[in-house]
C-alpha cells in the first residue's frame, strides 16, 4: 500500500515537502490600472495568477514576489497591488513576503505595503517560516535600474546567517546574481556579486529567488542554486537572436518551491487557458494507493 504524509499520497521515495513556497515576481501594477506600455493589462494578467496560485496549493508556506511591484512606483500601484493580493494570502492562510526591485520606489513602496514610515531606508525582513528562514534583501538603487548591495546590507545580512535556521535559509532578492544571455541586462546587473559571495558562502543559505529578467533562469552562485521567476507582467521573447530579444504578453509564469531535507525544487507554473486532459485526478491517486507496489508498477509502470 501506499504511504500518506499530510494528506499527500507518497508512491516513491521521497516524502511530502516540509515547506510549499509560491514565487512570483515583476507584476509592474501602474495607478489607476493603467496598461503597462499601453498594451500589457498587467492586472488581468496577475488575476489569472493568483486563480493558478489558488490551485496549485492550498496553504503555501508564502507567496513571495521578488520585486518590480509597480512599475513607476505610483502610490495608488502599490495600493491596487495590495488590494489584488491580501485577500487571496488570507483564503489561503499565508504570509506575502514583498521585495523591492528596481522600478520601485522605497517611500511609496514601504508607505503602501508595509505600514512604514516612507523613507529611502531599504527594504528587507527576516521570516521564520516554520523553521525555514527567509530573508529579503533590497538590491534597488534609489534613482537607477542596476542593482547593488551595500556594505551596511551585506553586514546585516551576515549577522543574521551567523545562526543556522533548523531548515535552512532562502534569500529573496530582484537582481539575481547570474549572468544573462542578453547584452541588455549586463547594464542593469547585480554589483558587489563578489562581496554577498563571501557573506553567504559556507552559511545556511539553501537557495535564491529572484526575479528582473523576465524570463526563467537557474543557475548557481557561491555554491546556492539561484532561481529566476519569469513575470506576470510581460516576459521576454528569448526563442529570438539575444539582440533582438524583446517583451510579448505571453509565457507569463511563476514557480511553486518544494523545499525537502535534502532538495529544493522549483517548478515553472504557466498561467495559460489552454485544452487539459482530464486522465490524472484524485480518485485516480485513491486507485492507485489501494495496490501494493508491486501492483501500482504493474498497471502504470510496465510498456505494453
Request: overall charge negative.
Amino acid at each position: 500500500m501506499s504511504e500518506q504524509s499530510g494528506g499527500q499520497y507518497v508512491f516513491g521515495r521521497y516524502q511530502p515537502p516540509s515547506h510549499v513556497i509560491i514565487h512570483v515576481s515583476d507584476p509592474h501594477f501602474l495607478a489607476g490600472g493603467a496598461p503597462l506600455g499601453g498594451r500589457y493589462d498587467v492586472e488581468a494578467n496577475f488575476a489569472r495568477t493568483l486563480d493558478a496560485i489558488r490551485a496549485v496549493h492550498p496553504h503555501p508556506a508564502a507567496i513571495v514576489i521578488t520585486g518590480d511591484l509597480a512599475d513607476l512606483g505610483e502610490p495608488d500601484a502599490y495600493r491596487r497591488l495590495r488590494a489584488a493580493v491580501e485577500p487571496v494570502a488570507a483564503e489561503l492562510g499565508t504570509t506575502v513576503v514583498w521585495v523591492a526591485g528596481n522600478h520601485d520606489e522605497r517611500p511609496a513602496l514601504r508607505a503602501g505595503l508595509l505600514d512604514l514610515e516612507p523613507t529611502q531606508e531599504p527594504v528587507t525582513g527576516v521570516w521564520d517560516l516554520d523553521g525555514l528562514r527567509l530573508i529579503a534583501l533590497d538590491t534597488s538603487v534609489p534613482g537607477w535600474h542596476h542593482g547593488d548591495l551595500d556594505d551596511a546590507q551585506l553586514s546585516w545580512l551576515a549577522e543574521v546567517l551567523r545562526e543556522p535556521a533548523p531548515h535552512g535559509t532562502l534569500l529573496a532578492m530582484h537582481h539575481p546574481p547570474l549572468p544573462s544571455h542578453l547584452p541588455l541586462f549586463d547594464i542593469l546587473e547585480l554589483r558587489h556579486q563578489d562581496e554577498l559571495a563571501e557573506v553567504i558562502r559556507g552559511t545556511d543559505v539553501r537557495g535564491i529567488l529572484a526575479g528582473h529578467l523576465h524570463y526563467s533562469s537557474h543557475g548557481m552562485f557561491a555554491g546556492v542554486p539561484v532561481s529566476v521567476s519569469s513575470a506576470t507582467c510581460y516576459t521576454m521573447n528569448v526563442a529570438r537572436p539575444a539582440a533582438q530579444v524583446n517583451g510579448m504578453d505571453a509565457a507569463q509564469a511563476f514557480e511553486i518551491v518544494h523545499v525537502r531535507p535534502d532538495t529544493i525544487t522549483h517548478t515553472v507554473v504557466p498561467v495559460i487557458d489552454a485544452p487539459t486532459g482530464e486522465y490524472f485526478s484524485e480518485a485516480w491517486l485513491a486507485r492507485m494507493a489501494a495496490l501494493t507496489p508491486e501492483q501500482r508498477l504493474e498497471a502504470f509502470s510496465r510498456k505494453r
